[in-house]
């Protein structure tokens, strides 16, 4: 017997439908060099259905791939509702991205147009000759003029283009399992590997985004979106917030802490949503620059373990809780979520915070050992995350890897451990832990160590090879300015707070750790750097 109820299709014209007249009056805020530039979502949803028919008119048809090169602001959004409502797929390219892989991603997704922003035109003309499927580059906050495009490729400007087209658009009823937007891994290994999002799945995850025990996001949240918009969808926060009616800040370009701590002081965010190295600077410049943040009704850290230390700083010193959260681009990204369960107070309540979380009910969880068993959820038995639901990717765009999906799991090359009541707790990825005498050393939990030490800004591990112990760790420490402790001391502080065996005796002091794409510590340049002997170690014996 099936069910009596309506199948209406759960689709991105839906959430755009509804943003732009129920929540007309929330606005998105981007952010210049002179001050905030504001439009309302009845504007986004006027300027998203000019943009649809402009696009139209370039011929786009059908699930054509239509490319955005973009900082985070409302023509980013704009096109975010406008592609994937118009039924064609939003491509949304990482403009970090090494140049061959910007090249791969854009000819493996045929993208047939490229929106980019003005001040991104220097990054992507040099690529252009390269990219074989586009037809149309269209310049948002910018001089169309400015890009010298190669034969076959026409150049617009943005505003023309939607000053020239119809404010309405007759959107498409449209499958709810079809594309709606895309997203490349940003690929520590190999090339990049494209993950389709359907509406369907951006909808249930919006639901998700919304939900208390998600993120909480309401019409009452203003959310500051620091982590970009072409790494996992900016964390989903565009389209749940025209699903809730929560207002944005876009930084644009200005991700550096003075200005994103001038965003704070001018638009008094409730929300914001960055990654840990972004946070690390933030808070850094709040020592020496003192502004109160306590509008942030919370902040939700995830990309890389959250150090805890950052955790005490923003509530101790702030007044704001973080919420720390774990997803990939795989998974919408938004996996798990560690929300206090009620009763836990005090330590105990600190002890949930700084875990991965909780999986919401759509996501099913398990860890398994080397040999695909599955290990009890005993908060101790460590083995590989493998998830599945339906915002959880089935495979990758156009390439077969049975290795990352298999019998309708996702392999998330993540190693942790899971307790009776659903925390997981993530020690490492699997490839960054570091086996050492036949044991199994986690870098995430070394790295917190030494980040709680006040004089440190930023501290990453890596195992390097050891002719005895097979691996030992390598700690990687950026001190605050004007701060001083040595190897000796790092590793003094450390004792007691580890097992005496895995108490670092390798140390080297850097300007800057790397950063991947995504500004994640880069591990595998670090690794690259000690192989090639560029970094100046201390060993303590
Ligand atoms: P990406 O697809 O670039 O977002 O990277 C996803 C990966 O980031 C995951 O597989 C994890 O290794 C890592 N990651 C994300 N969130 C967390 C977190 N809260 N703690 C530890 N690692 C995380």
């Known amino acids: 017997m099936l069910g009596t109820m309506q199948d209406t299709p759960l689709s991105i014209a839906q959430l755009l439908r509804y943003g732009a007249s129920t929540h007309g009056k929330s606005e998105v805020v981007t952010w210049t060099g002179d001050g905030p530039r504001r439009e309302n979502y009845a504007e986004v949803g006027k300027r998203a259905a000019r943009l649809a028919n402009a696009l139209r008119s370039l011929g786009v048809t059908g699930d054509e791939r239509v490319a955005t090169f973009m900082w985070n602001n409302n023509e980013h959004l704009e096109a975010y509702l406008a592609i994937p409502a118009m039924g064609a797929v939003l491509h949304t390219l990482n403009i970090r991205l090494f140049p ?29 000759p390269e990219l074989k499927t586009v037809r149309h580059v269209i310049v948002a906050n910018g001089d169309a003029a400015a890009l010298e495009a190669p034969a076959g490729i026409e150049v617009h400007s943005y505003e023309e283009l939607l000053a020239a087209a119809d404010e309405t658009f007759d959107w498409p009823e449209i499958d709810e399992n079809s594309a709606a937007a895309m997203c490349y891994t940003s690929g520590t290994t190999g090339d990049p590997k494209g993950v389709v999002y359907s509406h369907r799945s951006i909808w249930l995850h919006s639901m998700q985004v919304c939900m208390t025990d998600g993120m909480a996001l309401s019409q009452r949240d203003k959310a500051l979106a620091i982590v970009p918009q072409f790494h996992a969808m900016s964390w989903g926060l565009p389209y749940a917030a025209f699903m809730c009616g929560a207002s944005m800040v876009m ?90 369960p009620a009763g836990a107070e005090g330590d105990e309540a600190w002890q949930y915070r700084y875990t991965q979380g909780r999986f919401p009910a759509a ?55 899971i307790t009776p009541d659903g925390f997981l707790t993530l020690t490492d990825r699997a490839k960054d832990v570091i086996k050492s005498g036949g044991e199994w050393i986690s870098s995430v939990e070394l ?95």
């Open 251 to 340: 930084p644009d370009r200005f991700l550096q802490p003075g200005p994103i701590a001038e965003m704070l002081a001018a638009e008094k965010p409730t929300f914001a949503a960055a990654v840990p190295t972004v946070w690390q600077g933030l808070l850094l410049h709040l020592e020496a620059h003192p502004q109160d943040i306590s509008h942030l009704r919370e902040v939700v850290v995830g990309g890389s373990a959250v150090p805890p230390a950052m955790m005490h700083t923003f509530q101790e010193d702030h007044g704001v809780p973080v919420l720390h959260a774990w997803g990939m681009t795989e998974t919408s990204p938004l996996g798990s979520v560690a929300r206090v």
């Open 363 to 417: 996501v099913r969880a398990r860890v398994i050992d080397d040999s695909g068993v599955k290990l009890p959820w005993d908060g101790s038995s460590v083995g590989e995350l493998e998830v599945q639901g339906p915002w959880i990717a089935a495979a990758y765009y156009g390439v077969d890897d049975p290795e990352k999906f298999h019998d309708g799991w996702l392999r998330t090359g993540d190693v942790g451990h």
């Open 100 to 128: 061959d892989q910007l090249v791969f991603v854009a000819n493996h997704a045929e993208d047939k147009v490229v929106i980019v922003d003005g001040t991104l035109i220097p990054l992507l003309a040099k690529q252009l």
């Open 447 to 541: 790295e917190n160590h030494v980040m709680a030490h006040p004089a440190v800004a930023e501290a990453a591990v890596v195992g390097i090879p050891d002719e005895k112990w097979d691996e030992r760790p390598l700690v990687v420490v950026v001190l605050k300015e004007g701060e001083q402790v040595d190897a000796a001391g790092l590793r003094e502080f450390l004792t007691g707070k580890v097992a005496q065996w895995q108490l670092p005796e390798n140390w080297t002091f850097v300007d800057e750790v790397p950063k991947t794409s995504v500004g994640k510590f880069d591990k595998k340049r670090l690794r690259a750097a000690h192989a090639s002997g560029d970094l100046d170690i201390n060993t303590l014996r």
